[in-house]
T-cell receptor, first 111, second 114 residues
Framework: DSGVTQTPKHLITATGQRVTLRCSPR?????VYWYQQSLDQGLQFLIQ???????AKGNILERFSAQQFPDLHSELNLSSLELGDSALYFC??????????FGQGTRLTVV | EDQVTQSPEALRLQEGESSSLNCSYT??????LFWYRQDPGKGPEFLFT???AGEEKEKERLKATLTKKESFLHITAPKPEDSATYLC???????????????FGKGTKLSVKP
């Protein structure tokens, strides 16, 4: 158990809908990262937060947004969903200058 | 642009047959190189961090090494339970010394047959 908790584990939704994925980092970790993993793309970096502030953005679509709350948990919001958004979404957390630990992911299926 | 390339894409070994996985990287200022293991449908599991050329880390049947351009994950006498996808990632130094995000390779899928 990495100590990073993601909910829900599975999510099935229709095209055009909006969903929210939740991540609770390891105790004491201030950095949260979101990654998308699809079969042909590997792990793609979406966005990073550090202590509530956005720190870096990767190839995150405008339909996607995230935030980190004062208690350090983070949410990834995906809207106007398309079939191609079906993937595993991972959250990772790290302390300053240490390795990142990943949650077990949320499997999103858009039908 | 920071980039990570792993080879081979897939590797099939017999139990006990040692081999190596390669990770080539280009990064503007390396803070660290990371190896993860990922089982199907699960999150990546941290294995090693390497910070400078010449560094080596070991854990059970795995040994990771680092040069200025690549890293190797050596697997000695593998067992079927070592079957997984092994991911390599680099993290760049940002201005002010803060850490950047992890940039991953596509992984090597290892299958070990009994």
């Amino acid at each position: 158990d990495s100590g990073v908790t993601q909910t829900p584990k599975h999510l099935i939704t229709a095209t055009g809908q909006r969903v929210t994925l939740r991540c609770s980092p390891r105790s004491g970790d201030l950095s949260v990262y979101w990654y998308q993993q699809s079969l042909d793309q590997g792990l793609q970096f979406l966005i990073q937060y550090y202590n509530g502030e956005e720190r870096a953005k990767g190839n995150i679509l405008e339909r996607f947004s995230a935030q980190q709350f004062p208690d350090l948990h983070s949410e990834l919001n995906l809207s106007s969903l398309e079939l191609g958004d079906s993937a595993l979404y991972f959250c990772a957390s790290s302390a300053l200058n240490t390795e990142a630990f990943f949650g077990q992911g949320t499997r999103l299926t858009v039908v | 642009e920071d980039q990570v390339t792993q080879s081979p894409e897939a590797l099939r070994l017999q139990e006990g047959e040692s081999s190596s996985l390669n990770c080539s990287y280009t990064v503007s200022g390396l803070r660290g190189l990371f190896w993860y293991r990922q089982d199907p449908g699960k999150g990546p599991e941290f294995l090693f961090t390497l910070y400078s050329a010449g560094e080596e880390k070991e854990k059970e049947r795995l040994k990771a090494t680092l040069t200025k351009k690549e890293s190797f994950l050596h697997i000695t006498a593998p067992k079927p339970e070592d079957s997984a996808t092994y991911l390599c990632a680099v993290q760049a130094l940002r201005y002010g010394g803060s850490q950047g995000n992890l940039i991953f390779g596509k992984g090597t899928k290892l299958s070990v047959k009994p």
